[in-house]
C-alpha cells in the first residue's frame, strides 16, 4: 500500500479511541496461536534459562528450513516466516514541488513463535510532509500482524510456500498522519520458485483487502494484488521488479485504480556474528499503465537484521 494513504482529510475522521487498549486485545490475538504451538518445558525454572532460548533458536531454525531461502522484498510483504528487525525508509514525490517522507513504514521486530506462526510488531513510522505552503510531521498508526504459514517446500523438495495474514493499524498515530479507525487486513500470499540456494529465480504474489472498522465513506477500502519476480544472482544479489495494482471501493478514491511499479535490488544475507545477518535493499517506484496516482514518483531503502 503507497505511503499516501495517510494523505486522508483528517479532519472528518472519526474521533480517536483508546488506541492502547486495541494495541494490547490484538497483541494477544496473535499470539495465542503461538502458546499452542511451542512445545512446554518441564517447569517455570527451565523456561527462563540459556536452555529455552537455545530450543527456541534450534525450532525457528527447523521452521526455515522448511521453506524457501529466498530473500526479503523490497516493498512487498512476503509469504515466508521470518525473523529479525526490519526498518523501511520511503520518500514519495507530488506534482507541485511536494514531498511526503516515511521512517518506518511499519515494520519493526518479525519473531517466529511456532513452527507454522510467525508474529511482527511494528514500530509506528516518523511521516514528514513538505509542501511549498506549509510543513507537518508526527507520527503514523501501529501495526501489528500475525502469519500462519499453510504450505511449504524448500529448494530440494518443491520451492513453494502458502501462507495467510491477518494485520491490524491502529489509531495511535497524530493528525494529519492517522486513519482515525481501525483498519483489518486479511492477506492470502503465495510463492514459487526454480533453482538452488545458490542461484536462481522465484515468482510471490499477496493479495489483500484492507477493512476500516468505521468512517467506510471517507476511507474506502482498497483491494491490493502484488506480483514479484525475484532473481538470484552470484551470491549476495538478489534484483527484483514489484508490480502493486490497487482498486479502491467506496471513500474518496472510490471506483480509482492505481498500478505501481517497483525497480530493486536486495543485497544479503551477510553474515555478521552467529545467527545475525544483515540485509539491504533499494528501488525506485512509480505509477504506471492508470491514469490515476496518489503520488508520482518514489525512493525505497530497507535495512534488516536476521537472527
Known sequence: MPVSKFRLNTTILAKYR???ARIVLFSAIILLPALFSVTSASDAKSELDAGFLSNWLENVTRTQEAQPH???LLNMNSPRLTQGFRYNYSRQYFPGSSTLTNYGMGKGL???LGENFEAQIGIPARID???PKANSSGWADETLLG???LLSANEENGNYIVSGSLGLSIPSGGDPFSSRSNVFTPTLAAGKGWGTRQSGIDIQSVLSASVPDNNLSVIGVPVAWAVALQAHVF???WPEIEANYTHW??????GRNQLVLTYGIVFGKFKIKNREQL????GYQEPEGTNFGTFSRGWLAMAKLSF
Open 249 to 254: 471501493y467506496k471513500g474518496a478514491y472510490d
Open 129 to 131: 510532509r513538505q509542501t
Open 147 to 149: 502469519r500462519y504459514r
Open 70 to 72: 529466498w530473500e526479503a
Open 18 to 20: 483508546k488506541p492502547a
Open 235 to 237: 551470491e549476495y544479489i
Open 110 to 112: 518479525q519473531l517466529i
Open 279 to 282: 540485509s539491504l535493499a533499494i
